[in-house]
């Protein structure tokens, strides 16, 4: 399996965990086919099985501090690496073994999860990663050492009162995305009867091993997340996508409260569901123009207000629609405006840059007049297209024409006008609306 393009886990199976890994076959086979989730012990070797099965990785974590749960903690970083992937400046959609990526790992925990996953599948990538623990901050440092990966990261051991997001200290000008796993409990209490499952229909169905200096903050996960909120405000495109876990659903609720609040646009909810009843959010949001997938931005289970515009828009086709006869009317209206298009007749896909509403009926008669001028005076297509100047792109599309489902697929790939998007997507549409 190419581990950069590894799958979010459904499920672990067990059974074939315990034919790779000695240590944990002895405890499967102890178990009789039930592991005891609340046995500290059997959950650090479940973690380093998977970790050394799935990853390659070797983990050392003391016994008084979190060991990671992998199939919730890989599930995060996947949904990371997709969404980084599909917002790729050149409209890449998938992973890009050239692009150089930079992410920031806040509170990285004494096992530097995140950062050993994300630099173990994505060779191209570098990170930086904060702790404010010692004992952690140590372990993580040796974790990375153990594993060849310390020259990959900028390690920075920090205090509570500075910035989480501090891009002066690591000496980085720009992010591509954050990660964080924030401590979730406003104290002691709400720690301890989370734990016990109070208030709850089930129990956490495994045993926390973290101290109270990785579990507890001030605001518990909602306060942390809103410090990075803050930050962000401040620091804008400087990172690209600013992403948190959070532990409850009310808490993911007002984080994309605050960022509405504040005007952001573009964002992104996720949800993690790795086996057990334990559900994690994740909600990342951008002050940059690229649009994430349809699929990563919105999550069914949750209202439509916590949720950012769609980046899709299907237009169904008759059964008797011929495939070709769509795509040369898609082609043929496309090139005929004034946009960028490029479409590949092999895979049925093509990718647009309009730099206005250029398909509205007075910029299209304006343009048709310029054309004319210029052909009257013997200058071609291309010769004005390359004498324009670098146009900003306000509004890029792709289209795929699905002839498996008989469906032609526009998404949002860039751009801050939603309305924009929707009046190409009628333009679009009205194609193949029978009368
Ligand atoms: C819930 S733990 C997550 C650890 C690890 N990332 C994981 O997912 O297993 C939160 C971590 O954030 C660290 N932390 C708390 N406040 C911090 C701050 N202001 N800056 C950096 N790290 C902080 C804690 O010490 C702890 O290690």
């Excluded at 099965?53 to 992998?70: K, S, W």
């Excluded at 964080?180 to 045993?207: H, Q």
């Excluded at 011929?322 to 090139?335: H, K, M, P, R």
């Excluded at 006008?417 to 193949?432: K, T």
Aim: charged share 25%.
């Amino acid at each position: 399996m190419d581990l950069a393009q590894l799958p979010p886990y459904d499920a672990v199976n067990f059974r074939a965990l315990a034919q790779k890994d000695e240590v944990f076959k002895k405890a499967w086979q102890k178990s009789s086919g039930h592991l005891d989730f609340q046995d500290a012990d059997t959950v650090k070797v479940l973690t380093n099985a998977i970790l050394k099965a799935d990853f390659g990785l070797n983990l050392e974590v003391p016994g008084d501090r979190l060991c990671p749960p992998i199939p919730n903690r890989w599930n995060y970083v996947a949904w990371v690496q997709r969404l980084v992937d599909s917002t790729s400046p050149h409209y890449f959609n998938r992973y890009d073994p050239d692009r150089q990526v930079v992410g920031l790992d806040i509170g990285t925990g004494a096992s530097a999860i995140y950062t050993m996953l994300c630099l173990k599948t994505r060779p191209n990538w570098t990170m930086c990663a904060t702790e404010i623990d010692k004992k952690s901050f140590d372990s993580a440092v040796r974790n990375l050492t153990l594993n060849n990966l310390v020259t990959r990261t900028k390690m920075l051991q920090t205090i509570d009162s500075n910035k989480l997001i501090p891009l002066q200290h690591l000496g980085v000008e720009k992010l591509d995305f954050t990660i964080c796993n924030p401590p979730f409990f406003t104290d002691e209490n709400d720690m301890r009867s989370s734990l016990k499952g109070e208030g709850k229909s089930y129990k956490p169905n495994a045993v926390c091993t973290g101290a109270e200096i990785e579990m507890v903050c001030p605001g518990g996960d909602l306060g942390f997340v809103a410090r990075i909120v803050n930050e962000s405000l401040l620091l804008k495109d400087m990172v690209t996508w600013y992403t948190s876990m959070l532990g409850k659903l009310t808490s993911a609720k007002s984080v994309v409260g605050l960022l509405k609040q504040h005007g952001v646009n573009n964002w992104a909810v996720g949800v993690i569901e790795a086996g057990g009843q334990t559900k994690r959010w994740i909600v990342a949001w951008s002050f940059g123009d690229l649009r994430p997938r349809n699929s990563l931005a919105r999550i069914d289970s949750i209202a439509h207000e916590y949720l950012p515009f769609p980046t899709e828009y299907r237009v169904h086709l008759d059964a008797s629609d011929d495939i070709a006869d769509v795509e040369s009317t898609i082609n043929g209206q496309l090139s005929s405006l004034d946009l960028r298009w490029t479409w590949d007749p092999e895979t049925s896909v093509g990718v647009g840059e309009a730099s206005q509403n250029v398909w509205k009926r007075a910029y299209r008669r304006e343009h048709e007049r310029r054309r004319k001028e210029m052909a009257a005076a013997g200058i071609q297509d291309a010769e004005m297209e390359s004498g324009a100047e670098e146009r900003k792109v306000a509004l890029a599309f792709r289209i795929t024409v699905d002839e498996g489902v008989k469906e032609v697929l526009i998404e949002w790939l860039r751009g801050n006008d939603q309305v924009l998007f929707e009046s190409f997507c009628g333009m679009m549409h009205r194609n193949f609306k029978k009368s």
